[in-house]
């Protein structure tokens, strides 16, 4: 099929660690955010949003972190456990849109035992 | 667990022949997405539809056509496949109005021989 964009970038921690998983979000009228977990041959999975009045929010073992200044989200993962490892997207909604969700690259976590 | 359903899982077609990649979900959500993600690659929105008799085309260009008759259906159709449509194509949906996650199917793995 036809390629747009950049191959995914890796990100190995060791069982039981924290993980930081980061994103560059291109609107700054996005006013919603989704953090997307795909593990292989399946579809994204929501795992934490995160509205555009915020700027913290957790969930269990994840905590999102959005920095509207700079247009940046990251995902934290607290204790990673081999179940995690996955691709992770960032989604942004926008009005600029049509409020369609834009993705990001994506990171592949890879969890060490 | 999200109730939107994409058949078939995989297919393998022949150059020129036209196939319809199916999606239905139960929820009644109106808006309805398909994205196209190659290997290790981001997601793309290919198409989209507000509701009952709109469609509109995404942020990346796509030979497939859409429709959508009914809330609960929104098939994906090439009228004739060659091996640079080989790709995954994922289905979503989501209740429309701002900030609401989407729910994504287990995705169609396509390849064009």
């Known amino acids: 099929g036809e390629s747009v964009g950049l191959h995914l970038p890796t990100l190995s921690v060791q069982e039981g660690d924290n993980s930081i998983i980061n994103c560059a979000y291109s609107?700054?009228?996005?006013?919603?955010f989704i953090w997307y977990k795909q593990e292989s041959g399946k579809g994204p999975q929501f795992i934490i949003d995160?509205?555009?009045?915020?700027d913290k929010r957790q969930g269990q073992r994840v905590t999102v972190l959005l920095n509207k200044t700079v247009k940046h989200l990251s995902l934290q993962i607290a204790a990673t456990q081999p179940g995690d490892s996955a691709v992770y997207f960032c989604?942004?909604?926008?009005?600029?849109?049509?409020?369609?969700?834009?993705f990001g690259p994506g990171t592949r976590l890879s969890v060490l035992p | 667990e999200a109730d939107i359903y994409q058949t078939p899982r995989y297919l393998v077609i022949g150059t020129g022949k036209k196939i319809t990649l199916e999606c239905s979900q139960t929820?009644?959500?109106?808006?309805m997405y398909w994205y196209q993600q190659d290997p290790g690659m981001e997601l793309h929105l290919i198409h989209y539809s507000y509701g009952v008799n709109s469609t509109e085309k995404g942020d990346l260009s796509s030979e497939s056509t859409v429709s959508r008759i009914r809330t609960e259906h929104f098939p994906l159709t090439l009228e004739s496949a060659r091996p640079s449509h080989t790709s995954q194509y994922l289905c979503a949906s989501s209740p429309a109005g701002q900030g609401t996650e989407a729910f994504f199917g287990q995705g169609t793995r396509l390849t064009v021989v």
């Open positions: 989604a942004e909604n926008t009005p600029l849109h049509g409020q369609n969700f834009v």
């Open positions: 929820m009644g959500h109106d808006k």
């Open positions: 995160i509205r555009s009045n915020m």
């Open positions: 609107n700054s009228a996005s006013d919603y």
